[in-house]
C-alpha cells in the first residue's frame, strides 16, 4: 500500500456504529459521551520513566471513569474487531483472549481467537505479567495483522490477556458497544513490556505502519471538536490522524513543538514532555515556574492533570480567587461554578521550545476550559489534582482535548495548536 493520509475517529467511553466517510481519507465513527460507569478507584500510574527493578511493571489507567478515547481496531483475518483504549502513555497493545471470560476481567464478548486466523504468528508467544497499583494482568505476546480503518500493519506484534484485574475490568456492563477490551500502547518501542522483559523492542502500530510504508510521514496527531466540549453537550467526536497532520481543525497559529524526553536510561518510552511552568492571566500575570525543567506525561490513558501538590493548591487558590475547596473523599477541588463562564482569565502551561530549549511557548486556555461541572452533584470542579508521591506528573485527556496534539516520532518531539 502507499503512503497516505489516514484519519480515524476516536469515541469517547465508547460508542461503536457504522462509520461515516465525507472524506475518502477522513474516516469518522459516531461518539457519544456516557456517564461514569465505574466505582471509585484511586489508581495512578507508577513510575514509568524511572529505571525498573524487581517485577515488570508498566503504564496503567487510572481514571477511567469520564472521558476515554476509544478506538475500534480489527486483529488478524477474517478480521475481529476490538474498542480499545487509546493509550500515549504505553506502548504495548492488547486484546483479551478466548480465556479470558467476565470472571477473567474481560466483559464483552469480543475475544480474540488465534485459531480463526490465518495470519496467527505464535512464534513470538512470550508470557507477560504486568502489575499495577491494586491490580494486575497476564498472558503472552504474539503476532497478526492489526488494521485501524483501512491502515494496515502486517506482523503486528500485540498482546492476549488471559487474566485482567482492574479499571478495564471495574467497567459497568451495560451492552457490548459500551465496553472496553484493552489498550492501544502508541508510545516508544522502548516502552513495550517485550523491552523491559526481553531487553528486545517491537515496533507499536503507529511505527510500524511507518516502516511498511502505509503513511507519508513518521507522525500522528489528535483533535476534539471543539464544539463538543460544552459542559450541557451528550457528545463527542474527535480523530486521530496517521502519517500526517490535520491542520484544517487549527486557527491560523503554528503548530509549536516542544522535545520529547527520553527515560533515564537513554531511551524514549512515552511521550513525556519538560514544562517550565504555569501561568495565570487576568490582567496580570501570575508565575508557578519550576526550579529546573520537570517531565510531564502527555497521556490520552488519564483524564486529569496531576501535579505537584502545593503546586496545585497555589494554582486553586489563585484560580477561584481563594475560594477553592479540597474535597479529601474525591481529590478533586471543589470550586464556584460562576468560573465555567470565565472565558476571560488565561491560564498557560509553558514549554521548551524544540528548536531553541531556552526559549518556551505557552499552550493557553481559559479558565473555563479547566473546569468540570458534576450534574449530579450540582457543584463544579477543576480538572487537575495531587499528584500521589513517586508518581509522574501527567497533562490528560481533559487537558488535551482542547489542542490539536501532535506526535512526531521521526523527530522525537510533541506539538500543539489551538483549535479552531
Request: glycine share 6%.
Amino acid at each position: 500500500m502507499g503512503a497516505k493520509l489516514f484519519c480515524i475517529a476516536l469515541l469517547a467511553m465508547i460508542s461503536i456504529s457504522q462509520q461515516t466517510t465525507t472524506n475518502p481519507s477522513l474516516v469518522r465513527l459516531p461518539v457519544r459521551r456516557l456517564a461514569p460507569s465505574l466505582s471509585h478507584h484511586p489508581m495512578s500510574k507508577r513510575d514509568i520513566l524511572g529505571s525498573l527493578t524487581g517485577e515488570v511493571s508498566t503504564a496503567v489507567l487510572n481514571d477511567i471513569e469520564l472521558y476515554q478515547l476509544g478506538v475500534q481496531i480489527e486483529v488478524g483475518n477474517p478480521p475481529q474487531k476490538f474498542t480499545l483504549l487509546l493509550d500515549t502513555g504505553s506502548s504495548d497493545t492488547w486484546v483479551p483472549s478466548q480465556k479470558c471470560t467476565a470472571q477473567a476481567g474481560c466483559l464483552s464478548d469480543r475475544k480474540y481467537n488465534s485459531e480463526v486466523s490465518w495470519t496467527f504468528d505464535h512464534s513470538t508467544e512470550i508470557p507477560v505479567n504486568i502489575s499495577y497499583g491494586i491490580g494486575y494482568a497476564s498472558g503472552h505476546y504474539f503476532q497478526d495483522d492489526m488494521a485501524v480503518g483501512s491502515l494496515t500493519a502486517t506482523n503486528q506484534t500485540l498482546i492476549q490477556i488471559d487474566i485482567n484485574d482492574g479499571p478495564i475490568a471495574d467497567q459497568a456492563y451495560s451492552s457490548n458497544d459500551t465496553i472496553i477490551d484493552g489498550i492501544f500502547g502508541v508510545g516508544f518501542p522502548h516502552g513495550t513490556l517485550m523491552s523491559q522483559i526481553k531487553n528486545t523492542t517491537y515496533e507499536p502500530y503507529p511505527m510500524a505502519l511507518w516502516s511498511q510504508n502505509k503513511i507519508q510521514a513518521p507522525v500522528f496527531s489528535l483533535t476534539m471538536d471543539k464544539s463538543s466540549m460544552a459542559a450541557n453537550t451528550s457528545d463527542w467526536i474527535g480523530h486521530i490522524t496517521f502519517g500526517d497532520i490535520d491542520q484544517t481543525v487549527t486557527t491560523s497559529s503554528p503548530v509549536e513543538y516542544t522535545s520529547a524526553i527520553k527515560r533515564s536510561d537513554g531511551n524514549y518510552s512515552y511521550w513525556a514532555a519538560n514544562v517550565f511552568g504555569f501561568q495565570y492571566n487576568n490582567g496580570t500575570n501570575l508565575n508557578y515556574r519550576f526550579n529546573e525543567p520537570t517531565t510531564f506525561l502527555i497521556d490520552t490513558g488519564s483524564n486529569y492533570m496531576y501535579l505537584p501538590p502545593a503546586l496545585a493548591d497555589d494554582l486553586a487558590t489563585t484560580l477561584s480567587q481563594g475560594t477553592a475547596k479540597w474535597d479529601n473523599s474525591s481529590s478533586i477541588y471543589i470550586v464556584d461554578c460562576n468560573l465555567l463562564n470565565d472565558n476571560t482569565t488565561q491560564f498557560s502551561v509553558w514549554f521548551p521550545k524544540d528548536a531553541n530549549a531556552t526559549d518556551s511557548f505557552p499552550a493557553a486556555l481559559p479558565i473555563s476550559s479547566i473546569v468540570g461541572h458534576n450534574i449530579d452533584t450540582k457543584q463544579c470542579f477543576f480538572y487537575f489534582t495531587h499528584a500521589p508521591p513517586n508518581i509522574m506528573f501527567t497533562l490528560g485527556n481533559l487537558w488535551i482535548r482542547h489542542f490539536l496534539s501532535v506526535f512526531d516520532f521521526g523527530k522525537h518531539r510533541i506539538g500543539f495548536a489551538p483549535l479552531a
